[in-house]
């Protein structure tokens, strides 16, 4: 049985940080594409971040580019999403997402597992 848990979420200022947790159980994050996405009230969810379990990426939305980096602990089976220069838009509640093979990274439905969400909240 699959389990994505994430933690880290909360309420922070802008321009401040949060580094976001999502660990694994059930699968080996080396063997998966882990990504990340969000979504904010009354919107659709969007994607944020994707580490590829082959050489090629990561890759970031636009929006959180230069601002926010993934990562991976192979040992602790946990991919992380530290960021940076938070702003009031970046507030969403946060999932992390996991997929063996995909056509398009950035689409939501083609991911096959999914985590329970963590809140960010920025205020300004």
Not at 9 to 17: D, E, F, N, R, T
Not at 20 to 37: D, P, V
Not at 73 to 88: C, E, F, G, I, R
Request: charged share 20%.
């Amino acid at each position: 049985q699959v389990q994505l848990v994430e933690s880290g979420g909360g309420l922070v200022q802008a321009g401040g940080s949060l580094r976001l947790s999502c660990a694994a159980a059930g699968l080996t994050c080396t063997t998966y594409n882990m990504g990340w996405f969000r979504q904010a009230p009354g919107r659709q969810r969007e994607f944020v971040a994707l580490l590829r379990w082959s050489a090629s990426g990561p890759y970031y939305a636009d929006s959180v580019k230069g601002r926010f980096t993934i990562s991976r602990d192979n040992a602790k089976n946990t991919v992380y999403l530290q960021m940076d220069s938070l702003k009031p838009d970046d507030t969403a509640v946060y999932y992390c997402a996991a997929v063996r093979w995909f056509r398009t990274y950035d689409n939501p439905l083609e991911y096959e597992y999914w985590g329970q969400g963590t809140q960010v909240t920025v205020s300004s």
